[in-house]
């Protein structure tokens, strides 16, 4: 060696160690689509959100195509107080009225999406911001309680009416595929349009999973700010079954922001995703740890 | 005839002369991309906005590839008086500080755009809504006064500061081009962001004359609430070419808000684009006559 | 409004309200085939013919895919006459000798079929004329009478030889497709040859059906010179499905000329065709009636 | 060798000696167009008109694009006659009133290229007839005499009105390319319309070299009676170039109806035409001779 | 005829006779593939040498799909000799330790596949070589003697050790078609690896008939030294069925070398390969005999 | 954190964070053809051929596009005193009689190439190796002394004759880009094929040159046993130009093997290949340091 400290050259070599450790994770990838809900923490801390955009930017580099679906976050309680409104939620869903749906349709279209665009494009990226009504992409309607006919329908347990909150009634994933096609990452804003040209309010983990469902997507990724889903004594369960989650509903283990995840979860299994995982997004780059590193974090649900 | 009566026949009769009298026009159109700025009456009267959505819905069906950019209107006033702000015009541009700056786009990309979506879709369309943010639409900069070294530059004349006004400085048309080929007609926001991620309010005449310049559009059409470009003495002028545009600014019969759409057709003139019009917005299904009627409405200016 | 006069914009846009009002229909017949068997005064008459024409055209302009097949009609008897031949008929079908048959093709591809097309190309659309012959379109056989072994064959009920007249053996689709895919649309003369290269005179409406079925098409249609299936008191039945039609055979409501049309249309329908029409071509642009407008013409057969 | 006779397999052995020969030539004239006028004896001789049939078959199964354009021949005078016209020609053009062409067409479009399709096609091939009307293929003028303006016109030196002899315009060459793309070979009878939809008798040659020069064929072939061009002591000349053939026109050897084809030579050399040839098609298979053998037959003219 | 003589043009349109007699089997066999096993004299004499390389390219010009599957020869005895080494054989196996696998390699991928892909391509073709390593195209495993678990397991009789002879457990047919595609025709040598690295000597018999079942190849040929299949008097035996070869080997009418060949048959047979064939390839164009004559040469084996 | 050990986890993130790193050099050569030169100890010791086994296949998972070229190194002279022969080289390249040229061949293609290519394919790539005559990549000629007429001819300065060692004619890229389409790595062993079919030994620096400038790749690079192109007081030159290399060689500071390293990237430069690298092959993963990583390693020559 000449001219060069061989100290300088071994860091190198070990970084690119680190690549080709990567390796086989990328060829497993390679191609496949995962849906990854982005809310928490990764969406109010500036770090995590650098790192979540340069992840998404990353997976697309190597071959992948993330779709990433993003809630609303405390942003909408803080424009409703501005405009002088009460936020209140009942079994995690927000009550929203007309005024609030408008609110909740702005911030979530016009100020949440638009940044999470803009930081992965400033960072390299080449993303599009998308709401459930471009493209047709969700069709909704009025959330409601379970009734005899429909027992296992979506688990808003309202009594009470939640205004325009609404579920998916069907994906069309059109949109999402010709922006893939072309390169580009859809970030998706859950709002919902019903036939009579109503907008809803979509509950995002809910959204994510629909979404999922109607791509097969190989992976349904959950970034929360919990290490996962915890067993009684708080002890971490790296792997879960449908049947094992189920008992854990039922003990109450899983209960409440983390049920709708689960539900998510679950029924994108039956529609076909691969595999789902809840992770903690406070850890940096947790979406590289999950997918090119053979130490995973969080819990993972399969079929 | 039998069961059913002449008259009624004669009706549907005449019906079909009017396909047929369109058929050229058709022809003519077909596979080709028309920039529409979409503003004023027409995005404030119901029925106004129906009879748009309509017209851009019967031009893609028919083969043309329209796209539409709106403006702000008098929502992004109202939303900032709601928010205890006092909108400020300088030369007809919005004085745009960091606050209103939030308020526009959350209007914009939030509000308008997706209510514009949203009536193309019901109606059965198929629009996604874009901002100058998603795929890199809009690069823009802060428009500031015009110097010795780029005298021709945007017309904002401005010794004041604008704040988040910007001007374009380029277009990436590959987002629309992909919604395109799919299928989807984009609707546009005209915000747009310059390389240190800064967001701007881009004016919505400008922006559609350097999207219509990106494309090389077959034409460029502004809806205003006016019959065109009039004379001293308020005839309306059906055609105008770049000299006698020219005269009539130097005349100072063309200016106010007339001026930035003037300008915008002789630039998308200069950067390729086949026609530009300016035409009567309030006219029911205006788009419509301006392309399947010979008669056209407004004012054309040609290179 | 200025320097324009308000009854002529009014005018305008009650022409394009007309457009609008196509547009559902337009939407739902895009990329669509449909199959026009073209006879009776639709093709004696100079005005109805240029109706016709420009009908096809503006089908085809607005996404569809026409596919027309022509008879002969009055011209080969006159031809026949000048060659000093006798035409006979029996049961419809004209009895074809060597010479006949020598007649028939020369008019029908020579003449009838080349009429039409050069009158669509004149007036804007871009069609190709083909016989039976022309890319193996039409395989055909001797028409036969119907034997206990094929008792639903063909309904030339044939005690006597008709000479060169023949069935539809099979239908070789792909030169329709391939003038298709390039935008012209095709022209059919009704021959056929068969396996030894005899060709043969094949009933127009029964190629018109077999070439709806082997594309599948969407509506197969009849001009004719009434107003549709007439009860036995003379009025116009709407709509028929198939258990009405044989009860109408049976009660010799359904006769003579009308019978190939009918037994044509429930072949196709059984064939994967989604409707069948027979509709009054003495009516302007009955085609486009049929299409774009809500009132419809003559009657429908439906599976 | 057991079981078989070594006299047999040598036999065999010589055959594909043949087509080892061929070899080089198929791979030469992979991918290239070439267009083959066919008349005289080779239309009306049986065993000619199979040995045709079967070597454009061929032509095409190892790669080639043949596209054939044919004349009228005898048959037009004859049914001509048989209607009580007198079949008249001045310089070797028909003289063609409203009536002759009426039967031109019918016997051209109508019987001979019908002919022609279907011997190819019950030979194995797979032809498409058609027309110069069909897909807008041949746009046509009336012939006239050549004039102080266009001194170099066609040669139809005519004082006298030929009436519906029309001269080629333009070449509208993409129903043709439409055809071969899928695999069909396009039988061309050379009729034209001019704007006013006026139906023109083309001259065969001319039609052919026309259609070559649009299609910039790699070959343009006359099948004729004789063995080619020959020189003054009726030795035949195999080669000649544009100068040899201007010094033999000037000469009076090359006189009568091989004028037409001649000058349809030089001017497809003039338009990017490799080659061209006037080649006896008495003799059988002469196409193939042309083409996968060494020897040749009949004069080449090159640019 | 003038200035040629008429035996010589005779001669000739005997040649274009005889490529007309192909006809029908270029357009049978035209998109087909056709897997040849190319070994014995064949690829010792250098005439039969040039007469395969000329027959492959043919077939590939008139659009066939041949690949060649070639063995090892003399060629690898006598390299062992030259190292030193003893050539032992068992069963028709060649006994292969380590050292012996390396010449075998050398030899058969770095000397005859290339000196035939040369003799290909300065022929007028366009061969690639490649081994059963090459895109993964051969996945191998150790040979061994059948067992009770593996009874009809490949005939490899060996209660010895055989050392790096391998069976063929997978092929990976991407390379050939990537290559097929772009008009190249795969020359493979038949080596193959295990899922640990090591390399194997296939029997070329066995390779070429696992390779035509990936392909599903229209026909499997093999080139040998006698004239196929001979009953027990030695006369030829030109069509045989399963049931009768499997008769054949019991009465040990079929032995030897020719067992696997006839055992690579079957197995091709059930795995959807049309038609298999043992050719005597000391016949000059045998391949083309087999293809283009009615005559066919040798034994055909079918389902 | 729960149930896992902080420190894993921040291994785990630092190893994310070189993922990050390596994103600006993923995008910038994505879709990239780079031509590696492939020599010297990564030839020879396990751990770095293994170590650019991986690097390639990286490169392609990434998007890029490699090309590897190999020499033939120790093997051959082994293999020649294997068989009594002696290496014997002038100016660096290897005396080639036929004997020899044989052995070459064998060893470069059937032995270095074969373990490559199953080194690559076992690691999970997917290479394919070539020769100079696959798919006629490589034409050659006989290499002779510099003439008058060719002063600048490839620097074999042979005024004796070397043999069977020939220059690049010309390269024919087909072959590789069939096989890049479809996912494939070319492996190349750098012999060529003049037109009489004779085989020659090219020297593999000269061979890389030549297949980088046919397919214009971004990069050319050289993995020697040295650090790069050393000054006269053996410090490393990092980046040098046409000009300081030029004076380099004149002063003899370029001289032996390296030179026709140095006239390779001159030559591929100049042919629009756009940079060249010499790096140190004895550094594990030097071809992922030089891609994705700031630091480089070694000599770049630009235009």
Redesign the interface.
């Known amino acids: 060696?000449?001219?060069?400290k061989r100290t300088?050259?071994q860091a190198?070599?070990d970084?690119?160690?680190?690549?080709?450790?990567?390796?086989?994770y990328?060829?497993t990838f390679?191609g496949k689509t995962v849906v990854i809900k982005y809310g928490g923490a990764a969406m109010t801390d500036g770090a995590l959100k650098r790192s979540v955009a340069?992840?998404v930017?990353?997976m697309r580099?190597?071959?992948m195509h993330p779709v990433v679906v993003h809630g609303g976050g405390p942003e909408i309680s803080r424009a409703m107080e501005?405009?002088g409104l009460r936020p209140t939620f009942i079994s995690g869903f927000r009550v929203t009225d007309r005024e609030t749906m408008?609110i909740v349709?702005?911030?979530?279209?016009?100020?949440i999406?638009?940044e999470l665009?803009?930081?992965i494009?400033?960072s390299?990226g080449?993303?599009?911001?998308?709401?459930g009504?471009?493209?047709?992409l969700i069709r909704a309607k009025k959330s409601g309680p379970a009734t005899a006919a429909e027992p296992s329908a979506d688990p808003v347990v309202s009594e009470v009416d939640l205004g325009f909150v609404g579920e998916v009634v069907a994906v069309d994933e059109?949109?999402l595929?010709?922006?893939e096609?072309?390169g580009?990452t859809p970030v998706v804003a859950p709002?919902g349009?019903d036939e009579?040209?109503v907008?809803y309010n979509i509950n995002a983990d809910l959204a994510a999973g629909a979404i999922a469902s109607a791509l097969r997507a190989e992976k349904l990724i959950f970034l929360t700010d919990t290490?996962g889903i915890?067993d009684k004594d708080?002890?971490?369960l790296?792997t879960l079954n449908r049947q094992k989650v189920e008992q854990l509903i039922a003990d109450g283990v899983i209960s409440g922001g983390m049920l709708p995840k689960v539900r998510a979860c679950l029924t994108a299994l039956d529609n076909g995703v691969g595999k789902t995982h809840i992770v903690?997004g406070t850890?940096?780059?947790a979406l590289?740890?999950e997918f090119?590193?053979s130490?995973g974090?969080g819990t993972e649900i399969v079929g």
Do not use: W, Y
Request: proline residues 4%; hydrophobic residues 50%; neutral net charge.
């Open positions: 060696m000449t001219g060069r300088d050259v190198s070599i970084k690119a160690k680190v690549l080709i450790e990567a390796l086989p990328i060829k390679a340069l992840d930017i990353l580099c190597v071959g501005r405009a408008k349709e702005m911030v979530m279209v016009g100020q999406n638009q665009v803009a930081l494009n400033s390299g080449s993303a599009v911001g998308l709401s009504k471009d493209g047709g059109r949109v595929l010709a922006l096609r072309d580009f709002t349009v009579a040209g907008t290490d915890l708080d002890a971490l790296p903690n850890i940096p780059h590289l740890l090119f590193t130490e974090v």
